[in-house]
């Protein structure tokens, strides 16, 4: 056993935490507990390798910062469940899908290269912007769309439950 290796009980455990936050968030898992099992025991790998739980079906760069977008759940699994009924890695899925009237297809990756994903961080509005005349700042998750205007972030998105780092100023 290596020091990446995970638990079976922390396989659970996560998978557990996983579907509550998933009905909390009127979202749905993959009915493949197997598949949705070693899903989740890469994302604890890639916790625990990288420190953040880098999508498991894609190749992680070691970089945080570089890396928020596709920490699970990722900035594209909304737009991927619209179109396609299911995340990139076939962990979410519309209900649709899961009750069998809509057939999974393959997704293509929507995640933008490395140079755009970073000409879009420096074109984020900031504090100074023209629109932003409000009493407070606008948040918006940058997983779900969940918008709240106050001097910072949640520290957790009480929607779909993605931490502080995942918001964007909006306005
Ligand atoms: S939500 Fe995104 S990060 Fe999570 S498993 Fe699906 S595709 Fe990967």
Redesign the pocket.
């Known amino acids: 056993m290596t020091t990446l290796d995970v638990s079976e009980t922390e396989i659970n455990e996560a998978c557990a935490k996983l579907k509550r936050d998933a009905v909390a968030g009127g979202y749905v898992l993959n009915s493949d507990t197997g598949f949705v099992e070693r899903?989740v025991s890469g994302?604890l790998t890639n916790e625990r390798r990288y420190g953040y739980p880098a999508?498991?079906?894609?190749l992680a760069s070691g970089k945080k910062e570089d890396d928020l977008d596709?920490?699970?759940?990722?900035d594209?699994?909304d737009p991927?469940l619209d179109e396609y009924g299911a995340?990139?890695?076939?962990?979410?899925v519309t209900r649709a899908v899961h009750e069998g009237q809509q057939a999974l297809t393959s997704i293509p990756e929507r995640r933008p290269g490395r140079a755009l994903r970073r000409a879009k961080l420096q074109t984020q509005p900031t504090a100074t912007h023209p629109l932003a005349p409000l009493p407070y700042p606008v948040w918006r998750c940058k997983v779900c769309g969940y918008l709240c205007a106050r001097d910072q972030p949640p520290g957790i998105c009480p929607v779909c439950k993605a931490t502080k780092e995942r918001f964007e100023r909006f306005m």
Request: with cysteine.
């Open positions: 899903l994302i999508c498991p079906c894609r596709i920490c699970c759940p990722c594209y699994r991927d995340c990139y890695c076939a962990l979410y």
